[in-house]
């Protein structure tokens, strides 16, 4: 990702960021979703227990998509030890990238949860609960425990495969953009569910999507700095036959 493409990014990643803190901050709409998928009649959220939700969505889902990373690892390793030049120079660079996301994005999202005073929805005393409801910037009142439950972990499961868009930049940056979109649903759809079954707001998976973003472009970048400012791919991933010499 070349300087000036990097700009726009954290052009955009700045206004998200001024509309999530809004969004968190002054908006009701998480308390809305989250009384929406709640039964107060039955004091629970409907899908918590779901078999879909949990055993699905919740683990099968997130081992599979381990079980992906792993494999994407496994293949880095072979062309890099087994046999070399396997892949091709531009998909080796941008695998570097996606495996960097595939750590760095669920870890940094876990760092920052172990820090966070806010928690889940069937944390709170709205919903059966005994923990208080807290926006974005709020102090943790004296007496409640801190929640560690923003933003969305279960999302991070699938928001690194976003950075499959570098092997579009920065030749095919619209191109790009669309694949980072694309990227970003299964995360989404995880962290959807996770909200219907009372264990996230809205804004804690939004967020989450903004630091699998920022994460992804600066390792974008730094690998276009890395290889002088070359490009990382043009939409083509080549895997090359290793002839024996």
């Not at 966070?116 to 005994?130: E, F, M, V």
């Not at 967020?207 to 699998?212: L, R, Y």
């Amino acid at each position: 990702m070349n300087n000036k493409l990097f700009k726009k990014c954290l052009a955009l990643l700045g206004v998200a960021a001024v509309i999530l803190i809004w969004l968190s901050r002054y908006t009701d709409i998480d308390i809305a979703l989250a009384d929406w998928m709640f039964d107060s009649s039955n004091k629970e959220f409907v899908w918590r227990h779901n078999w879909f939700a949990v055993i699905f969505m919740h683990e099968s889902m997130k081992i599979a998509l381990i079980g992906f990373g792993i494999a994407l690892v496994v293949l880095v390793i072979v062309d890099r030890y087994i046999f070399p030049q396997f892949l091709s120079s531009e998909v080796r660079r941008g695998m570097f990238v996606v495996i960097g996301a595939l750590v760095l994005v669920p870890l940094a999202i876990s760092v920052l949860k172990a820090s966070s005073i806010h928690s889940c929805p069937w944390d709170l005393a709205r919903y059966g609960g005994t923990a208080p409801y807290l926006r974005l910037f709020d102090a943790l009142p004296a007496h409640a425990v801190a929640g560690h439950c923003f933003p969305a972990g279960h999302a991070s499961s699938g928001l690194w495969l976003a950075a499959f868009a570098v092997f579009w930049l920065p030749a095919r940056p619209r191109v790009a953009a669309v694949v980072f979109a694309m990227g970003l649903i299964p995360g989404a759809i995880l962290g959807w569910v996770q909200q219907m079954r009372g264990a996230h707001f809205l804004t804690h998976t939004l967020w989450s999507m903004w630091v699998a973003g920022l994460i992804i472009a600066v390792l974008a970048r730094l690998l276009y700095c890395s290889v002088g400012g070359q490009e990382i791919g043009h939409g083509r991933m080549h895997v090359t036959n290793a002839r024996a010499d």
